[in-house]
């Protein structure tokens, strides 16, 4: 239980983070409460915990949430456009985690970005520009791309493709957490029972 703990919250990153890119997309609009402890989550690649990388599990209630009402149902999900873009951000990470030239690459690009967190907040517009950046000169060129459908007037706008990339980086990084802590494609269909309860469970956590 206490590894599907870690995997339910890595998980729960994904979900957040890819719900944040359909609201973008429709509306131009995120919800910066939301997004703050996923951009954070991107700049600490060395945290001792899955806890620590998110800061606090009720950080991550609005993507144990979306676990919750996603896999009550079934295998084919409730909402298809969430259960499509958090299942090519699951097989990108798989991309990802073969070619280790990329790795090295994330790593140094987001590293030099945490020096402008001397200066800067997480949601300052200098901090999601590079983190957009990176997605764009490393994800984006993996052969598996993430199809963001919207608003195409909304899409247009550099500033929304910037929150977008962004956005798309935290949920590859949860991703990669999530495969480092146990997490399987197939977990989905045979263990979402437990995911479901364990999202429950953490959910009224008051930590």
Do not use: H
Not at 10 to 31: C, E, H, P, R
Not at 60 to 69: D, F, N, Q, S, T
Request: net charge positive; proline share 1%.
């Amino acid at each position: 239980m206490d590894n599907y703990k870690d995997i339910t919250m890595a998980l729960a990153g994904v979900f957040q983070s890819v719900q944040q890119v359909i609201q973008l997309a429709k509306t131009g609009n995120y919800n910066e409460r939301i997004v703050e402890p996923l951009i954070s989550s991107v700049m600490k690649l060395d945290a001792d915990s899955c806890e620590q990388v998110y800061g606090k599990i009720a950080n991550l209630k609005p993507g144990l949430r979306l676990i919750e009402e996603q896999l009550a149902g079934g295998a084919s999900g409730k909402n298809v456009e969430l259960g499509r873009y958090v299942a090519t951000i699951l097989n990108i990470e798989r991309q990802l985690n073969r070619s280790n030239d990329m790795q090295n690459t994330l790593s140094t690009r987001i590293n030099q970005t945490k020096r402008l967190l001397v200066n800067e907040a997480f949601l300052d517009e200098d901090i999601i520009k590079s983190l957009a950046e990176i997605y764009k000169d490393t994800i984006s060129t993996l052969s598996l791309r993430v199809q963001v459908t919207g608003d195409q007037q909304i899409l247009q706008r550099s500033e929304i493709q910037d929150k977008v990339r962004c956005c798309l980086l935290c949920a590859i990084r949860s991703a990669v957490l999530w495969r480092q802590m146990g997490g399987k494609r197939r977990q989905l269909i045979l263990k979402r029972k437990l995911l479901i309860r364990v999202a429950g469970n953490l959910l009224l956590s008051r930590v």
